[in-house]
T-cell receptor, first 114, second 111 residues
Framework: GAGVSQSPRYKVAKRGQDVALRCDPI?????LFWYQQALGQGPEFLTY????????KSGLPSDRFFAERPEGSVSTLKIQRTQQEDSAVYLC????????????FGEGSRLTVL | KQEVTQIPAALSVPEGENLVLNCSFT??????LQWFRQDPGKGLTSLLL?????REQTSGRLNASLDKSSGRSTLYIAASQPGDSATYLC??????????FGKGTHLIIQP
């Protein structure tokens, strides 16, 4: 596609529900990143994929967070048993390579947990 | 652990002024530095990417410089316009820390 596409754009969940957020990166981009952005803050790293391999998940805040990219293209970030502190914008970005590639971001998925 | 600091946190200037946004980072072992713009409720738009071997990049009214040894970058905006109002984020890519963002500078250009 022309850019990074994320869905849904907005999600309201009741505390305890599971949610799944989807990212469709730019075609051919090897690297895919997930970030969490709280209101008024810069994005915080969650996890990184190179093709289908999850090479870094050090930023995932708890074991309730899980990400996958099974075929090396579309990625899904899943949050189980959502808590109010999970409310944030979840941003996906892709690049041709991790070290030198320009990052392109999607519009984000805004999650509100009630 | 890499830390990125952006100064000022907020800035409001009249239209037409030239302005400088500052970014500093603690670990100079970086691959590149990227400046982004973020409009309210939107994702991040890449403005300029500076590789570690480069000193500056220019795009239109924007000029970004990089001094890796001192851990600093500046984003210079010439002849500011109301449409430049947004949050500007600096991010560095380096080693095991991946890409680290600053908290951003919230810029308002007064018409």
């Amino acid at each position: 596609g022309a850019g990074v596409s994320q869905s849904p754009r907005y999600k309201v969940a009741k505390r305890g529900q599971d949610v799944a957020l989807r990212c469709d990166p730019i075609s051919g981009h090897v690297s895919l990143f997930w970030y969490q952005q709280a209101l008024g803050q810069g994005p915080e790293f969650l996890t990184y994929f190179q093709n289908e391999a999850q090479l870094d998940k050090s930023g995932l805040p708890s074991d309730r967070f899980f990400a996958e990219r099974p075929e090396g293209s579309v990625s899904t970030l899943k949050i189980q048993r959502t808590q109010q502190e999970d409310s944030a914008v979840y941003l996906c970005a892709s690049s041709l390579s991790r070290s030198s590639g320009e990052l392109f971001f999607g519009e984000g998925s805004r999650l509100t947990v009630l | 652990k890499q830390e990125v600091t952006q100064i000022p946190a907020a800035l409001s200037v009249p239209e037409g002024e030239n302005l400088v946004l500052n970014c500093s980072f603690t670990d100079s072992a970086i691959y590149n530095l990227q400046w982004f713009r973020q409009d309210p409720g939107k994702g991040l738009t890449s403005l300029l990417l500076i590789q570690s071997s480069q000193r500056e990049q220019t795009s239109g009214r924007l000029n970004a410089s990089l001094d890796k040894s001192s851990g600093r970058s500046t984003l210079y905006i010439a002849a500011s316009q109301p449409g430049d109002s947004a949050t500007y984020l600096c991010a560095v890519v380096g080693g095991a820390d991946g890409l680290t963002f600053g908290k951003g500078t919230h810029l308002i250009i007064q018409p």
